[in-house]
Structure formats: C-alpha cells, structure tokens
C-alpha cells in the first residue's frame, strides 16, 4: 500500500506560481512513477506530469509544457510539481498519483491522493 498527500495549493492571481508537494508514505521503495492530474468542476481528470523513479524522464502535457515542472526527492518521499505562470484554465483540484509505468494514461496509476485545490485568478 502507498498513502499519498498532497499540500501546497491555494489562490494565486494569474501570472503566478505555486509549487505542490505530494508526500509518500507505505511503500516508498517500490519504485513506482509518480504522476499528477487536475480536474476541473464539470470536466474528466486529466494528466499533467508523470516522471520516472530515477527522475530522468519525464511526461508533461501540452498545456502546460514549459510552465510546470516535476520532480521528486526519493530521500524525502515527496513529489513535487511547480507550477509558473499559472492561468486562469489552471484551476482545479491537483492530484497525486502513483503508478507503474511513465504514462499519460488515468486508468494505470494505483494510489491516489486526496487532492489539493489550486484556483488562478484573472
């Protein structure tokens, strides 16, 4: 079993950056690939970033190519996703996910966070 947490969310005005935390715990040691997804009220979930164990590759969706940027710290057992000049679109609630494969794809991923709310401002 893996617990993920996620924290780090919050209002910002467009333009902004944030940067969101997803901290694990139970089996850490499992190697797994760790993802982030959004979901916006009235719209499916939807990827963001995934990176490898090793941290060297990595997956990001178009829409925020560029502006978002993942990584993680195996020592510490988090994952983090920072995110600069966030957009008004950017609002939803950031999931953390944890997986077997570096994929774009919801249905793979195991573990799920609880989510933390990111609303951007215009």
């Known amino acids: 079993q893996v617990q993920l947490v996620e924290s780090g969310g919050g209002l910002v005005q467009a333009g902004g950056s944030l940067r969101l935390s997803c901290a694990v715990s139970?089996?850490?040691?499992?190697?797994?690939?760790m993802g982030w997804f959004r979901q916006a009220p009235g719209k499916e979930r939807e990827f963001v970033a995934v990176?490898?164990?090793?941290?060297?590759?990595?997956l990001y969706a178009d829409s925020v190519k560029g502006r978002f940027s993942i990584s993680r710290d195996n020592a510490e057992n988090t994952v983090y996703l920072q995110m600069k000049n966030l957009k008004p679109e950017d609002s939803a609630v950031y999931y953390c996910?944890?997986?077997?494969?570096?994929?774009?794809?919801?249905?793979?991923?195991?573990?799920w966070g609880q989510g933390t709310q990111v609303t951007v401002s215009s």
């Open positions: 990176l490898s164990w090793s941290g060297d590759f990595t």
């Open positions: 996910a944890a997986g077997p494969l570096v994929r774009a794809v919801r249905g793979i991923y195991d573990y």
């Open positions: 139970g089996r850490t040691s499992s190697g797994y690939r």
